[in-house]
């Protein structure tokens, strides 16, 4: 059973900084492009970056460019977002997401697995 499990989110500051990570199981994720997506209330879920399997190429929504860092470690089927800088627009339930290929796409649909989701809220 393929499983997406993101780490837990948290409650942060504006300005500051949060780490999430996706581990991925249930197969090998090497051929895949990893991405986060976020989901704020009353809001379609949104592209917020993405990664090629290499790691040799990311793709970063204007939102939050200079801001996030997505990383992977294949080794260990894991995914990571460095948040830094927050602001409270970023408040959202964040979500991993992988799909096979090395297209990074910014739509929801073209996903193939998702992760359930963990909250990240930034106070003013």
């Known amino acids: 059973q393929v499983q997406l499990v993101e780490s837990r989110g948290g409650l942060v500051q504006a300005g500051g900084s949060l780490r999430l990570s996706c581990a991925a199981s249930?197969?090998?994720?090497?051929?895949?492009?990893m991405s986060w997506f976020r989901q704020a209330p009353g809001k379609e879920r949104e592209f917020v970056v993405g990664?090629?399997?290499?790691?040799?190429?990311?793709y970063y929504a204007d939102s939050v460019k200079g801001r996030f860092t997505i990383s992977r470690d294949n080794a260990k089927n894991t995914v990571h977002l460095q948040m830094n800088s927050l602001k409270p627009a970023d408040t959202a339930v964040y979500y991993c997401a992988a799909r096979s290929g090395t297209y990074i796409s910014t739509r929801v649909y073209e996903y193939e697995y998702w992760g359930q989701g963990t909250q990240v809220t930034v106070s003013s």
């Open positions: 249930g197969r090998s994720f090497s051929n895949h492009v």
């Open positions: 990664i090629t399997w290499s790691g040799g190429s990311t």
